[in-house]
């Protein structure tokens, strides 16, 4: 068990729709970054939140935003699903020294119909 | 090796053989790496990392090269265990504006027969 926890597990919907997915951090952990991971593209950073602010961004799409509140949990809301949107994301966590080491969630597996 | 295209490559090993799993990055400027391994159903967990301005470490078991002239990584994993069957990244990490980017490598799947 990493300590990073997501929710929910799994997630099925209809293209169109807007889901959010919730990431809690390890405790102590003030930053946090989320993945995509699909079959075709392997393993994916979208963006990485440090103490409540944006800190890095990677592949996101427009459609998908993210935000890390005060208490250090962070959501990523993905809007206008696509077929291709299907994926596990994950949510790693770290303390945001130098070593930047990442302790990764379990994922939600996000099923677009 | 590094995959190339939509399928991970495969390494098959007898239980108590030593493994090496490969792994080419591109970024020039990446000066801090990292080894993950990926359990089905799970999520990436943390194996060993190393920074640029070393070539060798060493942990439990497992032993990280870099060769920074040819932009290459590898894990070395001895006496190899069922455990141990998994599939494993590599990610290469540059800093920029003060946080690490990672960049992710497609994978290797390990698969160890008792």
């Known amino acids: 068990d990493s300590g990073v926890t997501q929710t929910p597990k799994h997630l099925i919907t209809a293209t169109g729709q807007r889901v959010t997915l919730r990431c809690s951090p390890r405790s102590g952990d003030l930053s946090v970054y989320w993945y995509q991971q699909s079959l075709d593209q392997g393993l994916q950073f979208l963006i990485q939140y440090y103490n409540g602010e944006e800190r890095a961004k990677g592949n996101i799409l427009e459609r998908f935003s993210a935000q890390q509140f005060p208490d250090l949990h962070s959501e990523l809301n993905l809007s206008s699903l696509e077929l291709g949107d299907s994926a596990l994301y994950f949510c790693?966590?770290?303390?945001?020294?130098?070593?930047?080491?990442?302790?990764f969630g379990p994922g939600t597996r996000l099923l677009v119909l | 090796g590094e995959s190339v295209g939509l399928h991970l490559p495969t390494l098959s090993v007898q239980e108590g053989d030593n493994s090496i799993i490969n792994c080419a990055y591109s970024n020039s400027a990446s000066d801090y790496f990292i080894w993950y391994k990926q359990e089905s159903g799970k999520g990436p967990q943390f194996i060993i990392d190393?920074?640029?301005?070393?070539d060798k470490r060493q942990g439990q078991r497992v032993t990280v090269l870099l060769n920074k002239t040819v932009k290459h990584l590898s894990l070395q994993i001895a006496a190899t265990q069922p455990g141990d069957s998994a599939v494993y990244f590599c990610?290469?990490?540059?800093?920029?504006?003060?946080?690490?980017?990672?960049?992710f490598g497609r994978g290797t799947s390990l698969i160890v027969h008792p």
């Open positions: 990610a290469e990490n540059f800093s920029e504006m003060g946080s690490y980017i990672p960049t």
């Open positions: 790693a966590s770290s303390d945001g020294s130098a070593r930047e080491t990442q302790y």
């Open positions: 190393i920074r640029s301005n070393i």
